[in-house]
């Protein structure tokens, strides 16, 4: 793992800890990259809780409690739907914090409303209303999924009280 993710894992750790929080990460277009680095971290079975990887639509469902109209009408690749992968990760963890990741890494799939490198994000924390944005970057699929991690973390950092 890069330094960068290392530093970064390292403060996320030592915030939730200090908070007494629990993580959970719901991920469809980096497939456990956040859970992995996370996990990486020395010390890290006391904030991270568990992952989830929902990369099809009936994965989201399923383990996620993702609506299906709600994928039907806004796409996987939407504030929506990562707002209920991250509602459904607490649900069905005992975390008290989640976040949810879902994109088009490339280097197909991307549409003229969703081109590659599209990625969308959300925040929940136990007892309060997810926050959600989308951005868009750029580079080859290992780009696009190595800043979504790190963007997802360093969102997470921001958000917590």
Same mark, same amino acid.
């Given at each position: ?13 030592? @915030? /939730? ?6 993580? *959970?990460? $719901?991920? !469809?277009?980096?497939? #456990? ?55 459904? @990760? /607490? ?6 914090? *989640?976040? $949810?990741? !879902?994109?088009?890494? #490339? ?55």
């Amino acid at each position: 793992m890069d330094s960068e993710l290392e530093r970064l894992s390292a403060l996320v750790g030592e @915030a /939730l800890l200090s908070r007494k929080l629990m993580l *959970a990460c $719901a991920e !469809s277009c980096t497939g #456990g990259w956040a859970a992995e680095v996370v996990t990486a971290t020395g010390g890290s079975s006391q904030w991270f809780e568990r992952g989830y990887v929902t990369y099809s639509n009936a994965a989201k469902q399923e383990l996620l409690g993702v609506r299906a109209e709600t994928l039907r009408e806004q796409g996987a690749v939407s504030e929506a739907v990562v707002r209920e992968m991250a509602t459904g @990760a /607490l649900r069905r963890s005992h975390a008290q914090a *989640a976040l $949810a990741i !879902s994109g088009v890494a #490339g280097p197909t799939g991307g549409s003229p409303g969703k081109p590659v490198g599209t990625v969308c994000f959300a925040w929940v924390l136990r007892d309060r209303e997810p926050t959600a944005e989308t951005l868009h970057f750029c580079g080859d699929r290992e780009a696009v999924r190595r800043q979504s991690v790190l963007h997802a973390l360093q969102g997470l950092l921001q958000r917590l009280p």
